[in-house]
């Protein structure tokens, strides 16, 4: 049974939404939320300003127009350490997915993402009669959302495992 919090119930919100993707060294969703206390001081230190107070207050991150360098910033600022792995591990608990509007689908040659992407976790494999689709390694993706902004069609996003 999916847990709902009150704030969701009593807005009509029973759904379950995917969790948000928390900053580098997030506990895990249950001890984060129990952890954190919404002071946004983390908000404010992140030099790429890719954190955010998400719908019920809690920061997330948003990769629209910069990636996480996994600086640490955030972890340090965090006094309830709800924030609190270690930033030289560079890798969050996410990987990159690429939806249905990327532009390889239909036929143009793109490899932006693949470019954008440092821990090279983004190939295109040759594809018999066709453009080279590209192709996400989970295990090498580092989940710092480069590839999100770069993207030209906005198709590729980044997804708690």
Known sequence: CPM??????LRG???????ALRPPG??????FLATCTR???CIPVCPNHIVFSDAEGYPALSFAHAACTFC?????????????G?????????????????????????????????A???RFPPRAGGTPLPVVMAERCTGCGACVGACPSKAIGVSPL
Request: charged share 30%; glycine share 8%; proline share 6%.
């Open 4 to 9: 709902v919090s009150r704030r969701q119930f």
């Open 13 to 19: 919100r029973i759904a379950q939404a995917k969790p």
């Open 26 to 31: 997030a506990l895990r969703e249950a001890d």
């Open 39 to 41: 002071c946004d001081d």
């Open 72 to 84: 640490g910033a955030c972890q340090r600022a965090c006094i309830p350490k709800a924030l609190r």
């Open 86 to 118: 270690d930033p030289s591990g560079a890798k969050l608990d996410a990987a990159a997915i690429i939806g249905p509007d990327c532009v390889a689908l239909d036929g143009v040659v793109c490899r932006v993402c693949g470019d954008a992407c440092e």
């Open 120 to 122: 090279e976790a983004i």
